[in-house]
């Protein structure tokens, strides 16, 4: 039982390249989210999945876009990096109601 | 919608004291309240939570209150060790449906030996 794993754990980008962040869980659980962690921002909220087949936008979600692609995937893609999307992403999941579980992170430079 | 507050933002401690960490909630229908810890370069990890039919709840050294009159609620830590040293997050939603918490900024908590 892997909770929920991340991949890459750490990318290099230049401005304007893209990107995809992957996340895969294996509890069973029906939502899914992504945030991003800035020093001093605490957890914001990018996107989130409430249950297969819906997405819904949070905090941050512009220059993100994110695809539900089974109940265990959910991925977040940068279509064209920026300086200030530098940062930390996590991927988190919970049953409905209940304790998120996060991933380990993957860091993200955009120079 | 909810607004959380957290304070204080830096808390510094000597070993053996006890750290206290309150937030404070916006939205009163908000009835699920957990805390969460992370260390440095780790994931953030559940440590305690609360609902709001009870107004405390212990697991051996960490306390958690909740006030649901004053909308606050607050982590204790007593005995601080220096493995308790990291950044914690309170959080509030609303069960039921899809459950989209409200983190605070969090509370970086430095024990010193």
Redesign the interface.
Known sequence: NAGVTQTPKFQVLKTGQSMTLQCAQDMNHN?MYWYRQDP????R?IY?S?SEGTTDK?EVPNGYNVSRLNKREFSLRLESAAPSQTSVY?CAS?A??????????TRLLVL | GENVEQHPSTLSVQEGDSAVIKCTYSDSASNYFPWYKQELGKRPQLIIDIRSNVGEKKDQRIAVTLNKTAKHFSLHITETQPEDSAVYFCAASKQGGSYIPTFGRGTSLIVHP
């Open positions: 939502s001093g921002m605490g957890l909220l989130y409430a949070g996590f919970s409905l109601s209940e304790t998120q579980y996060f991933g380990p992170g």
